[in-house]
């Protein structure tokens, strides 16, 4: 128990952790915006074709994209969630992402979009908030 809680006194008081998580923060609301404003522009760098999808299929799109995205913003901008807790959220978000991505190229074969780079940085945030958390 000695250890948790010195660690998360360490969390607290590190601002490589608060300016991790706040830039985490605002790039998810601003994915949430982009979708709900402009999805096809936001997505078509994926490989996701908008356009493309029926009515049901791009209210699913919206909803998936924007729904995480505001889902994950507003728990890291939470003052009653601790940065430990915040660490894991992200920790979780972009190895469970970045996972889904490696079946995704095992089972389907890779494409010469821009996924890669999201990929890479998925991978970099992903280790970023495994290290800073410790765990």
């Known amino acids: ?3 948790l809680i010195r660690s998360t006194d360490w969390l607290m008081r590190n601002p490589l952790c608060s300016t ?3 830039l ?4 998810f609301f601003t994915i949430f915006l982009r979708v709900i404003i402009t999805p096809n522009s936001t997505l078509s760098p994926l490989g996701v074709d ?3 999808h029926s009515i049901e299929g791009k209210a699913e799109l ?3 994209y924007s729904g995480t995205a505001l889902c994950i913003s507003s728990a ?3 003052k ?3 940065e430990s807790t915040k660490l894991l959220l992200i920790k979780t978000l972009l190895w469970g992402f970045a996972s ?3 079946v995704g190229y095992i089972v389907d074969g890779r494409n010469d979009l821009g996924a890669d780079g999201i990929f890479i940085v998925e991978v970099i945030g992903g280790a970023a908030a495994s290290l800073l958390r410790g765990r």
């Open 62 to 64: 919206r909803a998936y």
């Open 76 to 78: 890291l901008y939470m």
């Open 20 to 22: 991790f998580i706040s």
């Open 24 to 27: 985490l923060t605002l790039i």
């Open 50 to 52: 908008y356009s493309k």
């Open 80 to 82: 009653s969630i601790d």
């Open 1 to 3: 128990m000695n250890c």
């Open 100 to 102: 889904g991505r490696v």
